[in-house]
């Protein structure tokens, strides 16, 4: 199973409908949606009233849903899922998920409440917890290279700080494409690797 994470820096891009028409005929595969705008809104709304972390996390989290729900009203044969359960009956009739995660990551004590974790982190948390093969981040930067490592990444600001850890944690191979990529994800998918690029491990 593939777990795709869709930037939300996609949202009004060129790219969208040629991504959404390509996960839809995947098969099996999850799509996480990112925060995109919505998140900004939160971030804005947290700098202009004060409100704690632990407030915005949980309003990030529905940004989040916002924005798969904006997917699922655009692509036939997407569904939201807010459980593992949820997960494999859609797979099961032939649907592809799109997860909506407030409930989940509430709940879940090991994930903290703070602007550290992003999609991202989530992403791969979640592909984790459903034991997923692999995890794909498709993201609106350019990627000129076969292999990037973690620790760039990280000090780019591409992968939020805690997305190395959860990678760790569950022994998960990552890649990343770019928005305009899609025409190589089938490739992907069916096994050529070398299509995207690798999300190198620490080597600590």
């Known amino acids: 199973m593939w777990i795709v994470k869709l930037g939300g820096s996609l949202t009004c891009s060129e790219h969208l409908r040629y991504w959404l028409r390509a996960l839809a005929g995947a098969g099996s595969l999850v799509v996480v949606p990112g925060g995109g705008p919505f998140a900004d809104q939160v971030r804005l709304a947290q700098r202009q009233c004060g409100f704690d972390d632990s407030t915005a996390h949980y309003m ?4 989040m849903e916002q924005y798969g729900t ?3 009203g655009l692509q036939t044969g997407f569904a939201p899922a807010a459980t ?3 997960v494999h009956t859609l797979l099961a009739r032939g649907d592809t998920p799109v997860w909506m995660p407030a409930s ?3 709940q879940a004590p090991d994930i903290a409440h703070s602007w550290d974790i992003t999609s991202d982190s989530l992403a791969a948390w979640f592909a984790g917890t459903l034991g997923a093969a692999q995890l794909l981040l498709v993201k609106s930067v350019a990627l000129d290279s076969a292999a990037q490592s973690l620790e760039a990444l990280t000090e780019n600001a591409v992968v939020d700080s805690r997305f190395g850890g959860y990678l760790r944690q569950f022994g998960l191979p990552a890649w990343m494409m770019s928005a ?3 025409p190589r994800f089938e490739t992907l998918r069916r096994g050529d690797m070398a299509a995207a690029t690798r999300i190198l491990p620490a080597t600590a």
Not at 60 to 63: F, G, K, P, R, T
């Open 180 to 182: 305009s990529d899609h």
């Open 60 to 63: 990030a989290l529905l940004a």
């Open 104 to 106: 989940m990551v509430m």
């Open 70 to 72: 904006m997917l699922c």
């Open 84 to 86: 593992v359960d949820q």
